[in-house]
């Protein structure tokens, strides 16, 4: 069964939203084998002029993918889950996430389309904070391969 | 320690990543991530889905690129755009000796907005694995 074009456009909003907590992310930059002081310690964060201990560049991708999860789960759209692979993935930013931030997503099907007997699906996802400022988009495209 | 944008030259490189990942990193980094899909802890499972063998998440590897770009930039938060594609997986075996990972990054362009782009290079097993990894870095 081929993935469904119409699906295209259709928007998924945040489930609850995610409280940024400074001890995941000195988690998250140990486990990335970063020791980048920004990550670790809030007087390094402070005087570069952050609020709190900065999250590495790709940390929000846990928050976002669970709300894409929710989108390309969505049995109307036909995503064969078991057969899907992270295809590309790009982040653009506002401003850092820093430690304290509450942050909600609204995840929206970019792109739907079967090529070549592959799907692929494009998930964009808006990060908001607390404010309602956007923080940072993400997008995720992932592939299902064809039977084949 | 961030470079200044005036200082940096298209063709200049970044100092060069080499990392060791062992299983015990993707079990680290799924209880870091949230990301506990099988195929990056059990054997069993991924060969039963066609993989050779555990692979590493791909986001591990997005995020061990980054660190040659962080390290450059000095402050995280420079960090204005990040994209990869992910073309291979990193293999981990269990044999006492995993996977290495090596990153190379150069400056690729600058913009007039005071930001550079820098073209990483990833590569395990003498092949790459992201594919047009970029990533937009604003200097002072």
């Given at each position: 069964?081929?993935?469904?074009?119409?699906?295209?456009?259709?928007?998924?909003?945040?489930?609850?939203?995610?409280?940024?907590?400074?001890?995941?992310?000195?988690?998250?930059?140990?486990?990335?084998?970063?020791?980048?002081?920004?990550?670790?310690?809030?007087?390094?964060?402070?005087?570069?002029?952050?609020?709190?201990?900065?999250?590495?560049?790709?940390?929000?991708?846990?928050?976002?993918?669970?709300?894409?999860?929710?989108a390309i789960a969505d049995p109307g759209l036909g995503l064969d889950y078991s057969r899907v692979v992270h295809g590309d993935q790009r982040f653009a930013y506002v401003r850092p996430i820093v430690a304290g931030d509450?942050?909600?997503?609204?995840?929206?099907?970019?792109?739907?389309?079967?090529?070549?007997?592959?799907?692929?699906?494009?998930?964009?996802?808006?990060?908001?904070?607390?404010?309602?400022?956007?923080?940072?988009?993400?997008?995720?495209?992932?592939?299902?391969?064809?039977?084949? | 320690m961030s470079p200044a944008y005036d200082s940096v030259a298209v063709g200049d490189t970044?100092?060069?990543?080499?990392?060791?990942?062992?299983?015990?990193?993707?079990?680290?980094?799924?209880?870091?991530?949230?990301?506990?899909?099988?195929i990056h802890w059990n054997e069993r499972f991924a060969r039963e889905v066609g993989l050779p063998d555990v692979i590493a998440h791909g986001m591990l590897t997005m995020a061990l690129a980054g660190r040659v770009v962080t390290g450059w930039a000095g402050d995280p938060g420079a960090v204005v755009e990040y994209g990869v594609r992910f073309i291979r997986p990193v293999v981990v075996p269990d044999d006492g000796v995993g996977a290495t990972v090596e990153v190379a990054g150069t400056v690729k362009e600058k913009l007039d907005d005071?930001?550079?782009?820098?073209?990483?290079?990833?590569?395990?097993d003498g092949a790459k694995v992201l594919g047009k990894a970029l990533a937009t870095v604003r200097l002072p």
């Open positions: 069964m081929a993935v469904n074009p119409e699906y295209a456009g259709r928007a998924y909003p945040s489930s609850r939203p995610y409280d940024v907590g400074a001890e995941k992310i000195r988690e998250f930059a140990t486990a990335i084998g970063d020791d980048n002081p920004a990550y670790h310690d809030l007087d390094a964060a402070r005087a570069l002029g952050h609020a709190g201990l900065v999250a590495p560049p790709t940390f929000v991708f846990s928050i976002t993918f669970a709300a894409t999860r929710v509450l942050l909600e997503v609204t995840t929206t099907l970019e792109s739907v389309r079967s090529v070549a007997g592959n799907d692929m699906v494009t998930a964009r996802s808006e990060v908001t904070d607390a404010a309602g400022e956007l923080v940072v988009t993400t997008w995720s495209t992932l592939v299902a391969r064809g039977a084949a | 970044l100092a060069p990543l080499t990392v060791h990942l062992e299983r015990a990193d993707l079990v680290r980094y799924a209880g870091a991530s949230g990301d506990f899909n099988p005071g930001c550079v782009v820098v073209e990483l290079l990833v590569t395990f």
